[in-house]
T-cell receptor, first 113, second 111 residues
Framework: AAGVIQSPRHLIKEKRETATLKCYPIPRHDTVYWYQQGPGQDPQFLISFYEKMQSDKGSIPDRFSAQQFSDYHSELNMSSLELGDSALYFC????????????FGPGTRLLVL | SQQGEEDPQALSIQEGENATMNCSYKTSINNLQWYRQNSGRGLVHLILIRSNEREKHSGRLRVTLDTSKKSSSLLITASRAADTASYFCATVYNQGGKLIFGQGTELSVKP
């Protein structure tokens, strides 16, 4: 069965650089969620999209932006990277009204030097 | 954490023993879920319990939910070394809504 795909799996950037993380949800899933997990921390909700529209927003810095495209894949754009942005970034997807469990991708590990 | 407390923060037991982890949350929920994570890797969904359910079983896992106390517990019976991982509870407040994670319990099962 198809799973959520995230790319890249690992990313190393310098401070003040930009990064783009990509998420490809399971086919026919209409909702995508982004979570950030810092070292030793619990995952924190960043933002979600339903049918290509932003549906909820959490503790996402203004330096970050995200969108969901017509093919339902989503991208998280991170600018002016800071050391504190080093974290594991998860994407999850589901079909609203049909599924209760979010299906998580393997995550992208971002290291900012 | 956005949610509440999980306790204990760390738990060390011997293989064959039972492990119990607790989670508290702050407001009314639609459902509560438990996840497992091995050493900073991916999140693995273990079990979901709805707000109108009080107990649920899946293999060696038993989850309880007390909505009056806004708390849940996860019991892993007959633990194995392979159960060593971090365990997180996460609540959902409305269908299709975001997951709000607890702080996690780091479980170590010694052979």
């Amino acid at each position: 069965a198809a799973g959520v795909i995230q790319s890249p799996r690992h990313l190393i950037k310098e401070k003040r650089e930009t990064a783009t993380l990509k998420c490809y949800p399971i086919p026919r899933h209409d909702t995508v969620y982004w979570y950030q997990q810092g070292p030793g921390q619990d995952p924190q909700f960043l933002i979600s999209f339903y049918e290509k529209m932003q549906s909820d927003k959490g503790s996402i810095p203004d330096r970050f932006s995200a969108q969901q495209f017509s093919d339902y894949h989503s991208e998280l754009n991170m600018s002016s990277l800071e050391l504190g942005d080093s974290a594991l970034y998860f994407c999850a997807s589901l079909i609203v009204g049909v599924q209760e469990t979010q299906y998580f991708g393997p995550g992208t590990r971002l290291l900012v030097l | 954490s956005q949610q509440g407390e999980e306790d204990p923060q760390a738990l060390s037991i011997q293989e064959g023993e039972n492990a119990t982890m607790n989670c508290s949350y702050k407001t009314s929920i639609n459902n509560l879920q438990w996840y497992r994570q091995n050493s900073g890797r991916g999140l693995v969904h273990l079990i979901l319990i709805r707000s109108n359910e009080r107990e649920k079983h899946s293999g060696r896992l038993r989850v309880t939910l007390d909505t009056s106390k806004k708390s849940s517990s996860l019991l892993i019976t007959a633990s194995r070394a392979a159960d060593t991982a971090s365990y997180f509870c996460a609540t959902v407040y409305n269908q299709g809504g975001k997951l709000i994670f607890g702080q996690g319990t780091e479980l170590s099962v010694k052979p």
